[in-house]
Structures are given as C-alpha cells and as structure tokens.
C-alpha cells in the first residue's frame, strides 16, 4: 500500500464551479500535510501547508484534514481557468525530516 | 528571484551519453533532494542532500551519481544513459524545523533516444 493515494482524474468542471481533491494515506504519524499545484511543464509549488487535523483557509482554496480518517482536501471555491493544472498533495511525518510522500496527483481542468 | 533553479530545462541525448544536471538553491535550505517523476506524474525520491551529506540513497541504477559541492549545489550526473531513464527530473530543497515544505525547481525534461 502506498503512503498516499490520490485519485489520478483527470476532473473536467466548468468555470465558477467548486472544486474537491481528496487524498488518503495510511500512516497516522503523519502530521504535516500540504498541497502542490503542477502547471504543464513546470515545477510542483507550495499551495497550502497545514498541521494536523482542521482547516486551512487561504482565498479561493481550503484545506481540510481530517486525521481520524485519515482523509485530506483541497477546496476550490469559484474555479478559475487558470486553476487549470495537476494538484499533488503531500505529507510528512515530523517539522524536522526529510522525507515527503507524495500522491500522484490529480488533473484538473475548468472550462470557460 | 528563482528559489531553486535547475539547468538545463530539457535535454535530449542518445543512449550510452553522458549527462549532468545543475541545481542551485538559494532559499538557505539545509537540505536538497533528487525526485524523479514519471508519466503518470509520481514523485520518486532519488537522493537528499543534508549540508553536503547524503542522507537518502533510494533503490537508483549507480549509474546516477549525485555530487553536493556545498549545502546550495546538488547535481546529479548520469552515465551510460538508457532509453529508461526518459523522465522529468525535479531537485528539491527543504529546511527542517519549523513549516519543514519541500520547494521544486522547475524540471529537467530528458529525453534519451
């Protein structure tokens, strides 16, 4: 069983819509939990970064970990076109390692 | 200000070449890593750096051979390069302790032929 898993997509939604991208993973050490935003042929960039359960608001997107399931989101409020890219969420066991583990990201795209 | 710059941005080389792939950071992290990602976009860790000192050497082809000349510089140099190894290759770097994130730098698109 991987760490991580993330449902691949892709995910199609018209413009204005409210978008969730869901992730489980299997350890409950984790503790630090972030997304990525994967724009074609760039890097993964820092979206959101929460710790442990609750929510994390920042403009149109939301957060959310639920450590008792196991169970984190990220909420897309009025998605944009240029929301348009591949969500990765990540976590991480302690504020002091280095090793990260990764879902596989899932596509979206928001039709204009 | 790039944080984490990676050169070059795509490469393409025939088989039995061999590459290097520059990364520089200048975030003052402690620690730089290697991921690799293949097509279906998963990130494999491949190597992290902590002040010079490799700390994680995941299951990689020694042909790979990452080289950290101070905390700021990780490279990765390949030999003997296989159609296999085909892939975006993202370095890394992250500084524990307090928000401990992990930022990418854009990619290096390799394409053996």
């Known amino acids: 069983q991987k760490e991580v898993e993330q449902d691949p997509g892709p995910l199609s939604v018209p413009e204005g819509a409210i978008v969730s991208l869901n992730c489980t993973y299997s350890n409950s050490a984790f503790q630090y939990f972030m997304w990525y935003r994967q724009y074609s042929r760039k890097g993964p960039e820092l979206l959101m970064y929460t710790y442990s359960s609750g929510n994390k608001e920042d403009g149109r997107f939301t957060a959310q970990v639920d450590k008792s399931s196991k169970y984190i989101s990220l909420f897309i409020r009025d998605s944009q076109p240029s929301d348009s890219a591949t969500y990765l969420c990540?976590?991480?066991?302690?504020?002091?390692?280095?090793?990260?583990?990764f879902g596989t990201g899932t596509s979206l795209t928001v039709i204009p | 200000d790039t944080a984490v710059s990676q050169t070059p941005k795509y490469l393409v080389t025939q088989m039995g070449n061999d590459k290097s792939i520059k990364c520089e950071q200048n975030?003052?992290?402690?620690?730089m890593y290697w991921y690799k990602q293949d097509s279906k976009k998963f990130l494999k860790i491949m190597f992290s750096y902590n002040n010079k000192e490799l700390i994680i050497n995941e299951t990689v082809p020694n042909r790979f051979s990452p080289k950290s000349p101070d905390k700021a510089h990780l490279n990765l140099h390949i030999n003997s390069l296989e159609l296999g190894d085909s892939a975006v290759y993202f370095c890394?770097?992250?500084?524990?302790?307090?928000?401990?994130?992990?930022?990418f730098g854009e990619g290096s698109w390799l394409t053996v032929v």
């Open positions: 990540a976590t991480t066991p302690s504020n002091t390692g280095n090793q990260f583990y």
């Open positions: 890394a770097s992250s500084r524990p302790g307090g928000e401990n994130t992990i930022y």
């Open positions: 975030l003052g992290h402690d620690t």
